[in-house]
Nanobody
């Protein structure tokens, strides 16, 4: 069974950093794209960043570009989200999600767009709470 488990959230002061991780199992890691999404109370789920494990290409939402960095350790089947310069508005439950790679003529365009369509990601793990205090 495909399983994704996010961990590493917590409470941090504004300006601080966190590095949640997403441990994956049950599928061939290199054949998947893994994304980080978040959802704050009363808001829709928001895509943050995607990594395609076969080639390590990364994609970011404008709201986090320059502050967040996604990376993967293929030997550990784990994806990380380094979050710096955190703001109170970053407070949310953070989720990782996965889907088989899409081999399209414009895969970069597809994955940039997929940030806005969480439903494209079939597999989701339980989230991890991130709280940023002011």
């Amino acid at each position: 069974d495909v399983q994704l488990q996010a961990s590493g959230g917590g409470l941090v002061q504004a300006g601080g950093s966190l590095r949640p991780s997403c441990a994956a199992s049950g599928f061939t890691f290199d054949d998947y794209a893994i994304g980080w999404f978040r959802q704050a109370p009363g808001k829709e789920r928001e895509g943050l960043s995607i990594i395609t494990n076969s080639d390590g290409n990364t994609y970011y939402a404008e709201s986090v570009k320059g502050r967040f960095t996604i990376s993967s350790d293929n030997a550990k089947n784990t994806v990380y989200l380094q979050m710096n310069s955190l703001k109170p508005e970053d407070t949310a439950v953070y989720y990782c999600a996965g889907a088989p790679l899409v081999h399209a003529g414009n895969s970069a365009g597809y994955y940039r767009t997929s940030l806005y369509f969480p439903s494209l990601y079939k597999y989701w793990g339980p989230g991890t709470q991130v709280t940023v205090s002011s």
